[in-house]
């Protein structure tokens, strides 16, 4: 759904400022300010509505119900848009328990709801650490950052759903073998060596992995074995063939590392 900022010219007066009005209402000023962060490139009004709100916020003073100050100041560190989803429910969570009105009923909810997620993840990233730790890459090559844990995280922020296990996880491994590998691009492999790794990921063939040095069979083997594991899960469970799309994809990184 496509909305055209113009609807935000009703907030302006006729000299093209906002409305001095607008600062009477706070809730209404900060999801004004919220929304200015969802602007595109050209969306002026947008611009100017950050600008606006940002000020007024910032000046907010005198008799203000203590958990909307609570916010305003959060929204002021970094707005709602840029935030991780979970984190944010964490947030909220215990900023809404300290509010007098607070619905306990509710309140246990959200914390029963936050707790069995959060021990899913963990057990997701007991998983993760097993299989890490079983492919040997992070002992194998120590020139290689070993970042199992934010590649987990950073899935978490995109898709934290308990019903997406196996997106968080495929992504995760995926992440993590990207990363080594560019390791292997930018720090470790010699430029002949590059060139055969990449002739190898484009061929998409184990029959050539006697052609790479020791280390970069390990990190090919990793990643076939790894990406047609997840194209065999897809095919299972959602009778689609996916390693046409998969190997394009891995095919294409190479040529972006390489340049």
Known sequence: MVIVTDVFQKFKDHDGNFKQWLCEDVKGLLSLYEASHLAFDGENILDEAKVFTTKHLKGIKGNIDTTLMQQIKHALELPFHHRMLRLEARWYIQAYSERKDANH????????????????LQRELQQMSRWWEDI????????ARDRLMECFFWTVGMVFEPQFSSCRKGLTKVTTLITTIDDVYDVYGSLDELELF???VERWDTNVVETLPDYMKLCFLALYNTVNEMAYDALKQHG???????TRAVCLYPHITYM
């Open 105 to 120: 009923l509710l309140l246990e909810l959200a914390k029963l709801d936050f707790n069995m997620v959060q021990s899913k």
């Open 240 to 246: 689609v063939n996916i390693i046409p799309y998969l």
């Open 136 to 143: 040997g890459l992070a002992n194998k090559l120590s020139f």
């Open 198 to 200: 990449t002739a190898a």
